[in-house]
């Protein structure tokens, strides 16, 4: 039986906890809110994030980030993005030697234009083959649901993916896949939060299934040619952490980022936005640092940028569609 903690109570960070355990894994939740954490060890449930789903009376929950961590083979990470260098910097000494570290977070940090995995590494100071990231279109309350679903494990020590596609396979519910090409895996995942603001606000303002496909399908070439800047493999883009998570975000009243982005387009004000938003939307915040990095690497994201107009420099809905509708023409390949 494999020993891991996973940190992180919300959707995402409980339902994979839960795959874990009934996949006959030894699993501690870790959370900060102690009412949350005892609902969960103690009553099996987690009533904020995924109210009705009974959780598994084997997975146990903590504050304590060292009981949670105490013989851990494999730590998996679950926090918001913003939010992991503060909060790994702090469980830092509690982590046991040769654990793999796990990342489930889908963000670029803001200020260093670094992907989870180049802060888990840099923070936790592990080499790259202690380092995983799992990614693809995963919705996690229905996975939650018992829905089935696929997902890619990526890590450049082909065995170490294979071990945590191991502890997380659970027949016929949950698929994992391998894939070495971790900055693939990272960009599709972080980059398409950003795409499904984009839609969503265009979902808000009345537009129809051609303008959703249109930013679909111009967001992933802008998702290649930041990979292709920063080394990644193509094929990576067409799979599941590519442009299955990218359909998955942008399409499902289910997705975060999507439904942000339509309250924008509806009219709403950030403020208002942010408000009425239970749960994390990566995008709202990685959308300034993935632009950060394009620049940074000479490549041209429109949709990344009226994104950030919109959600953080007073652009309107639709002045951001008329810049867009307005460039100047170019072949449908460019920039790869």
Not at 50 to 71: C, N, S
Request: net charge negative.
């Amino acid at each position: 039986m494999t020993k891991v903690a996973v940190f992180g109570t919300g959707s995402w960070g409980t339902t994979f906890a839960m795959l874990l355990t009934e996949a006959g894994n030894e699993v501690t939740l870790w959370g900060r809110r102690r009412e949350l954490v005892e609902r969960i060890d103690r009553d099996h449930v987690n009533p904020d994030y995924l109210p009705g789903v009974p959780l598994p009376e084997a997975l146990r929950a903590t504050t304590d980030p060292a009981r949670a961590l105490d013989g851990a083979e494999f730590v998996v990470l679950a926090v918001p993005s913003q939010n992991l260098r503060p909060n790994l910097a702090a469980w830092r000494e509690h982590i046991p030697p040769g654990a793999v570290l796990v990342s489930l977070m889908k963000g670029v940090e803001l200020g260093t234009t670094k992907r989870m995995s180049e802060v888990i590494r840099e923070v936790a100071e592990v080499p790259d083959e202690r380092v995983a990231v799992v990614s693809g279109p995963n919705l996690a309350k229905e996975i939650a649901h018992r829905q089935p679903a696929a997902t890619v494990v990526a890590c450049t020590d082909e065995s170490v993916a294979e071990r945590l596609q191991a502890i997380c396979h659970l027949p016929p519910w949950f698929r994992p896949y391998t894939n070495p090409d971790v900055v693939g895996v990272e960009l599709g995942g972080a980059v398409k939060n950003v795409i499904a603001l984009a839609v969503g606000v265009s979902a808000g303002m009345g537009m129809g299934d051609n303008v959703s496909a249109m930013l679909i399908t111009r967001g992933l070439a802008e998702i290649s040619r930041l990979g292709a800047a920063l080394g990644a493999d193509p094929h990576t883009f067409a799979g599941l952490a590519g442009m299955g998570d990218l359909v998955a975000t942008c399409t499902s009243p289910l997705s975060r980022n999507r439904t942000f982005g339509e309250n924008l387009g509806r009219g709403m004000t950030l403020a208002e936005v942010v408000a009425a938003t239970k749960q994390t939307a990566e995008g709202v915040k990685s959308c300034e640092s993935v632009l950060e990095l394009a620049v940074k690497h000479g490549v041209e994201m429109p949709i990344t940028e009226v994104v950030v107009g919109v959600v953080h420099d007073g652009m309107s809905p639709t002045e951001a569609g008329m810049l867009l509708m307005s460039r100047s023409p170019k072949p449908e390949r460019y920039g790869v």
